[in-house]
């Protein structure tokens, strides 16, 4: 499952981009999950921070992105909600996929902003309510996590990054499984029925094609001893 944590962005422009994660999510057999799907699970009387911690908790997987908005804060908080999510994923010490739009990463590079008010491509960022606020939460996630760039005006480029770091976020736990793995995994392999005097050998089947056992043997120990 995919928590996808971010704010709905400058009139709601984020959402779309939400919609293009959520539907990459799900072509590559995962279940995502996010505020506007209908089975997110809404506690009546209970704070938008406490409805999304509880939906958080089923998650194996946070996306995070950083766009031109901090986000809503509830009540007395002194944080938005999206803060506070972003704050759960990386303490829940699950993998967490961090992104941020190009234009907000640029600002880390000027010290002095009070020059950038008048330029179209930061104004809207820097005269927006609480940016401070995201400025800091950016210097924070940068300084402690790699974070990912993204073109904020590019919906497919982003979905193709989101898509390219899940799949190599993906392979790395394969292999660290594996490793982890190759002494049992081996082993299985070892004792699988061999009929010799029949001269035959059980078939396994794959959506892909049938691989005999001895064949499926020879692959494993390859890939693990190499």
């Keep these: 499952k ?3 944590i971010s704010t709905s ?16 999510i799900g072509d590559m ?6 505020y506007e799907l209908n089975d997110y699970g809404i506690t009546p009387f209970s704070t938008i921070s406490n409805n999304c911690s509880n939906n958080m908790n089923s998650a194996d997987l946070f996306l995070i992105f950083l766009n031109d908005r901090y986000g809503y804060i509830e009540g007395n908080d002194s944080k938005s909600v999206t803060h506070l999510e972003i704050e759960l994923a990386i303490a829940s010490e699950k993998p ?7 234009t907000l990463m640029d600002l880390l590079n000027y010290p002095n902003l009070s020059g950038l008010e008048s ?12 940016f401070e ?6 210097k924070q ?11 904020h005006d590019d919906i497919e480029g982003i979905a193709e990054l989101v898509k390219s770091k899940i799949e190599a976020l993906t392979d790395y736990f394969i292999i660290r499984y594996l490793e982890k793995s190759k002494d ?3 082993a299985f392999y070892n004792n699988l029925p061999y009929n010799n005097a029949s001269n035959s050998v059980p078939v396994l089947y794959r959506s892909q094609g049938n691989y005999s056992t001895q064949d499926l043997h020879s692959l494993c120990v390859s890939k693990l001893e190499s």
């Design 2 to 4: 995919v928590y996808v």
């Design 9 to 24: 962005g400058y009139q709601n422009s984020f959402l779309e981009v939400r919609k293009k994660i959520f539907q990459i």
């Design 29 to 34: 057999g995962m279940q995502g999950i996010g």
């Design 96 to 102: 967490c996929l961090i992104f941020a739009q190009d």
């Design 119 to 130: 330029d179209p491509r930061y104004s809207s960022i820097i005269k927006a309510d609480n």
């Design 133 to 138: 606020k995201l400025i800091t939460l950016l």
């Design 141 to 151: 996630l940068t300084s402690h996590n790699v974070v990912f760039r993204y073109q």
């Design 184 to 186: 049992r995994i081996l």
